[in-house]
């Protein structure tokens, strides 16, 4: 059977003509707030928030809009140079070092390639997709014909075979190298010498991927390539509508960092935090934690070691911690209804049997975060519950969920709750584009 990892002849920003790669790319789509969107427009002409989130205007019609528009900018900063095709196929090995909590700096590696979509099987997910943003990138790929951010996928390699083909001398050819205004550096290097990259090619192809980030992306670009088949009729199963833009990293490796995503409520008809304290007391230790969130959160990471475990502020009050007794989980686990991968999750724990079941909050209002906002750092929340000036009833702290987690999770071919998980840093958008046609924009 073909190998279904292979090399990718992309599309990238060219420092000489553009500059400071950093001025240029973006965050993914998802995560770019209407402020940041603005700021990413003026920052650079050729930003590739043009080409991935583009504005909309109440004047839209069904010739003129974000990815009408996307498509002439693509086509611009192709005639001008500002984005170029490489001159032949390659892996790009993409670093990104960041600097932890704790004081220490890691770099995740991962490369970046093509994987063949498969009708059957193929990158596990761990997450449900929505039709609203399915619907929203079909229209942009459709129109671009480009996919400018990867799927973030992970896969388990002890013994770090894809480490020692890139260690050979010569493998690793210098790309570029910059970094941005939240303090990750990013560094991609090329991979084009033919025995590397088929040594890659088969090595990778052999693992057992699993979508870390990006389902939506995945799903999309495998609509795509259903329409695309239907249209045509009769195909190869090489062109490049086939295949999906992959990032791939191991999890054997400092850098991979999972971060939980917290959980601020509000808006709750009839909250009694006095009734909800006390239902959470007949199944969980509540242990006082104090005022400060960092001190809240560092007992939760002790806490979370020996069973599922939350940190909650209610209103103004201080901050607890929250350990489920043993038989109350296990008894959760038997009768949630939830697979068991599922269920041992704290998160499926706080979802169903707190949000659900003692709040009231409907997977649907939990769907469209009618109920919820979530943030990602503790000075985040600090902030917004500093801010909140009364909005907020009840604030989560979680402990991250771990990749073995996931992986039994897909394995299973089940589903987390939504916002399980973060990995940190994203993956930056713009810095490996990958066709979907041979002829694009």
């Not at 974000?66 to 001008?80: H, P």
């Not at 979508?211 to 999309?220: P, V, W």
Request: proline share 5%; glycine share 8%.
């Amino acid at each position: 059977m073909s190998n279904c990892v292979l090399p990718v002849r992309a599309l990238r920003y060219d420092p000489k003509v553009v500059g400071d790669l950093g001025q240029v790319l973006a965050p993914p789509y998802d995560v770019i707030s209407p402020d940041q969107q603005r700021e990413l427009y003026e920052r650079h002409p050729a930003n590739v928030v043009r080409l991935i989130l583009g504005f909309q205007h109440d004047s839209d019609t069904s010739t003129d809009n974000r990815y009408t528009r996307s498509r002439i900018d693509l086509a611009t900063f192709l005639a001008n140079g500002s984005i170029a095709r490489d001159p032949s196929q390659a892996f790009y090995v993409y670093e990104q070092s960041f600097p932890l909590a704790d004081g220490r700096t890691v770099t995740r590696r991962g490369v970046v390639g093509r994987w063949r979509i498969q009708d059957h099987g193929g990158l596990l997910a761990h997450e449900r997709t929505l039709d609203g943003p399915k619907a929203d990138r079909l229209k942009l790929f459709s129109a671009c014909k480009v996919v400018c951010s990867q799927v973030f996928t992970f896969y388990s390699d002890p013994q770090r075979q894809v480490d020692a083909v890139l260690a050979q001398p010569g493998v690793m050819n210098p790309g570029v190298e910059f970094a941005c205004a939240d303090g990750v550096r990013h560094r991609l290097l090329l991979v084009t010498r033919h025995d590397a990259v088929e040594s890659l090619s088969t090595i990778l192809s052999g693992f057992t991927q699993y979508i870390a980030d990006g389902h939506h992306r995945y799903e999309t670009t495998k609509n795509y390539r259903n329409a695309r088949r239907a249209e045509l009729g009769t195909v190869t199963g090489e062109e490049p509508f086939n295949f999906a833009s992959v990032y791939m990293a191991n999890t054997h490796q400092d850098g991979l960092v999972i971060q939980p995503i917290y959980r601020l409520l509000h808006g709750i008809p009839g909250f009694d935090p006095a009734a909800l304290l006390a239902a959470l007391s007949r199944e969980c230790e509540v242990i006082q934690a104090g005022t400060d969130i960092h001190q809240a959160s560092s007992l939760l990471e002790r806490c979370g070691k020996s069973g599922p475990s939350f940190a909650f502020r209610l209103g103004k009050g201080g901050w607890m911690v929250l350990a489920v007794h043993p038989e109350a989980h296990e008894a959760f686990v038997k009768d949630s209804g939830l697979h068991a991968s599922v269920a041992r999750l704290d998160v499926s724990w706080l979802h169903q049997r707190v949000m659900s079941g003692l709040l009231a909050i409907t997977k649907d209002a939990q769907a469209s975060q009618a109920n919820l906002d979530y943030m990602h750092s503790l000075n985040d929340v600090a902030e917004a519950l500093e801010q909140d000036h009364g909005k907020y009833q009840a604030a989560i702290l979680l402990n991250p969920v771990t990749a073995q987690q996931i992986e039994a999770v897909a394995a299973a071919g089940e589903r987390m709750p939504q916002k399980s998980t973060f990995f940190y840093p994203k993956i930056i958008s713009g810095l490996v584009i990958h066709p979907l046609e041979d002829e694009i924009p």
